[in-house]
């Protein structure tokens, strides 16, 4: 039995409130049981040097947690003077996960920074940031679409990103922070909506996993991806965006 | 007319709800129109050096936007590396305004630092900050007296916070981001339930004030604050803790 | 009694040495008491990037105190890698209220930098940074003004600045390091010569001010910043620069 | 055809340097082919504070590249003032890969610093790093228990790292620089010598792969990580470390 | 003729205003021509970790110019973030020179921090510092003298500084900034009041230096610093400290 | 008896492995007994924007440590944040001392930057890094002639660098790390191959050093550079430079 009850191949209560708040052009407040984060995407008439005049865009990601996400206050990064590295490594993620949805000419020379912000931390904030960003990258280009400012739209797969791991023996999917401290292996996965992988970060925390674990984490992950997309789907058609 | 169809001394809907969070020890969100500010109360038990071994507690704030909270997107302090002049400036301001409501010593040898995050800023985020932390601060330190690690309760003021300003001539009240970008003067005040005054902040943008707009000013915010004190005790009522 | 010997009502002992320093295009030491402040103002060609091509000039300040103008001695701020928050809060006070005293378009695409640096500190090194920055500035736009890089004078008003304070129950002028430990409430005002206000800035450090202690700060500032007035006048007439 | 003429399922030509600098109680220098990275292991006779009194040791590692270890000169990172996100994600994998090797216990109160340092880049930087930081941190712990400082062997399973990829639709071992840029996904394998995982990091940077590819990379890894746990071996023998 | 009009082994006009700011325990405004620095002692019962419980004592120092000391404003270290390389080379090396001043374990378990702030720059303003920070340090070390905390007079040597160069085929004493600009080389001396050297620091800014032309430096440094040090003894015997 | 065995003016076993790594467009590896540099010569096709259409170019260097280099492991300067004083120190002094050897104009706008990275020290690690920087820099010229970039050589002169100081009263040449924590004195002296001083730096570490034992330490100094400019010319003649 989980901490939380649930069955191995269980998901938690997933929702997204989309147009969180109101001046992005895409938000969206996503919520994996009680991780909480909200998700912005916002547009830039501009691109980094390196792709000034190349007729492509650029999208990137920062990820932050509000000082008491968690259970002990974490110190504020902006006061420390510095981001950590699990902070940086979080937003490369997703900022890479993000980019392998777009298409970066299509997009035009403008940059969209998707920001995830942790409100509240329950174990699972970068799958629910990937999964959440994505929801608000589609509404800002629709915003992008609907002004005209681009003819195509630039996001060609769906994506979304779910955790995996195995506590005491079993594997299980979507870990909250009850479980994620304890699991022996855990594993973040990113796919898209063709049943392919874009990441696969996987980590032995206490004992190295066996390739048979690893495949029965996969077979968790490959079912609740498929079922954070139809909840993104659901989610995007309530405000009229259809599929 | 003002932007928002206001009268000059009305306020903004104003709403708090309690308990936003689920880790802090005390926690709101904090609403004035448009602008939202999640205040949270952590309490640890420890105090900075210059207080080891004094028998007295210590409170502290800090301040922070989401990068799009604004209408263009802010650059990440935590990214640049440095919280800003205006940061450090506000999150000073939030401190010693609290101070003012708290019995130090009463409190005993534990820190309580109030992180006051902009979620959507529309105007008057240092004033919700102030009005929604010291609802956060009175959840924390209830929390404090139930579980009896305090006898007598260290907060012996009631503490709000609003702006007032002068745009095109007219003084008013509670300034959203459409007048504050207008205004002629800006003055940020903090009051207690005894009417006194902790703060005043006042700034000239564009021509100097006199003597008696300064006083239309100070009426306007007496009565502003009464309102906002009776506010912050319906909604701590509404959570069970008495007057 | 205070201190210092001093009527509540009588400023310390002012001073001002123009031209203390030999680059800068303004320079001026000014002393409040014990408190001594070099004020340089630099003239560059150029303007901040938001600025450029707009037909108009800039006005900035920065502040610091030598290490050991203090009692103890202050860890260095270029050492500990940033400008701590007082630093900062000054700093941009300083700037704002210079702004109020200039023409902005008449100075032309150029940026003057007000430097105030405490060689020496008793209380009151803001208020004597402005007033000292503004004679600074003065005779920085002089230079301008005989080398006729700009045509009419940008320099619109005058500006000076003072504190006031509640000591023992009793509303005093110009306070002293002394006094300023114990002052139960600490006001900074900046006027200009048409008794109007340009900022207000009272904190209650003790117990809460009433309106009726407002009012006779009030009055003290505005008797004390008449003064300072003068003092400056007279300082820039024995440079040969009229009224 | 490989660009270097390597089959798809061949390793790079390995080399260890034992001992290769005189001051670290174990160093290395690891070549995968043109990459070479300076690995050293240091002993400090104390532990992070989270671990005080707690009769637990700890490992940790650091990585770096020289300025112009690579095709143009990058930036010094020193003398920028901070690590780069990648900086950090390999130093973290590096300390997490290794950790997993070592009873921190039987370490007694003691750091051990694996530094990697790359002085030439041609791809799988990380994975040498941790496959040449497994045959420092021996050479340390060799000496330990030489100066019987510790009676047990801490290291209780032996670690390699690899590279494998997808180019040109083909799965291969051990990614140079020319083939890295090319490749349509590339993964980093960390295993044991019981044939077990300790980390997976994979990245779909073209196409996303599909469950058989991931499969055919998994399982060149493994062949590649024996051969290189056989390199090891030799290495640590000719220096008279028995198996 | 030299742009002064001084005689190519002339000083320039040295001065030394003991006791120029009241907190520090020794300080001075030393002037080596139009070139001043304010030169404070601060003496603290504390030392860095490296001495604790050692029973010696430590003297370091810190170096410093207000933005527009120069001809051009430069920017302020503190608002840069950090100190530059000239600045540590420059405050590294009077550490060192009055280091070789002092019986670190007479002074006993405190710590002599030297701020050298330059307000005005002409050249040599490292010479001056050093000349000047002695003057400091001895008027600090009195105070501890005569308040009975240190019995034994700690400072065994005399120490000076001054700057020697070769301008335009000449060498010459003591260059002010204009010679500095155009010298060929430029060597900064230090000795102490036998006669012997404490540091030699020589550069070729153009031409590289024959043996010769250093003898001429040499002794024209020998010549300066005589002087430098009967310049010191006066100043100190002006304020009562017997030689 | 020196603690190596070698006579007063002898130097250590002096190395030079030319084209040390592939990417840099010079590089070297020296060798001072066993300090280890790897020294490397980056060309930019960019100059720094003081020398923008000025026709000139610009020599640059960095100097860096792995952590291990030293007996005790010393901090990662990019880890801490920031260069130390004596990294900028000895970086400034190699730059200076290449800048010497070149001519500018003749280089085109172009920038070398000099990294020397120490991978073991022991002793003279700034002198070898000069020695072994200049290798480096006729390597990469080499390079821009034979490919056209450049017609004329821009490198004038040649440049060497060594150590001397007093160890137990006897001056002693290319002082080792047993010997220079040991030193009374301890001088770096740059010299050109006409016999001329770019650099002297010369530091009392215990005593004064009076001018009879300067002379003896730079007749020592002449000595080994006169050996180390016949080593740097054997080293780049058996990579086919003529003299």
């Known amino acids: 039995m989980r901490p939380s009850g649930r069955s191995p191949d269980q998901l938690r209560r997933i929702a997204f409130t989309c147009n969180y708040t109101k001046h992005a052009e895409g938000s ?47 110190g504020r990064e902006a006061a420390r003077g510095k981001q950590g590295g699990r902070t940086m490594e979080i937003q490369r993620l997703i900022g890479r996960s993000l980019r392998a949805a777009l298409n970066l000419e299509a997009l035009g020379e403008r940059t969209v920074t998707i920001d995830c912000d942790v409100i509240q931390a329950d174990g699972g904030t970068r ?9 608000a990258l589609v509404l800002a280009v629709q915003r992008l679409l609907k002004s005209r400012k681009i003819k195509t739209n630039p996001v060609h797969g769906q994506i979304a990103s779910v955790s995996v791991g195995i506590c005491q023996g079993v594997p299980v999917l979507d870990l ?19 049943g392919a992988f874009i ?6 925390e206490g004992h190295a996993f066996r390739r048979d ?31």
Request: aromatic content about 6%.
């Open 213 to 243: 674990e690893l495949d029965a984490m996969l077979r968790l992950a490959e079912s609740g991806i498929a079922d954070l997309l139809l909840h993104q789907q659901e989610a995007l058609e309530s405000c009229g965006i259809a599929r």
């Open 127 to 135: 799958t629910a940031s990937i999964t959440g960003g994505y929801v």
């Open 199 to 204: 990441e696969i970060q996987g980590t032995a």
């Open 28 to 74: 969206v407040l996503v919520e994996f049981g009680d991780t909480r984060v909200i998700c912005t995407a916002s547009v830039e008439e501009r691109v980094p040097p390196f792709l000034k005049g190349k007729g492509s865009g650029w999208i990137t990601a920062e990820y932050g947690m509000l000082p008491r996400a968690t259970h002990e206050r974490t």
């Open 176 to 194: 909250d922070y009850a479980e994620d401290c304890d699991a022996e292996t855990d594993m973040n996965v990113v796919m898209n909506d063709a």
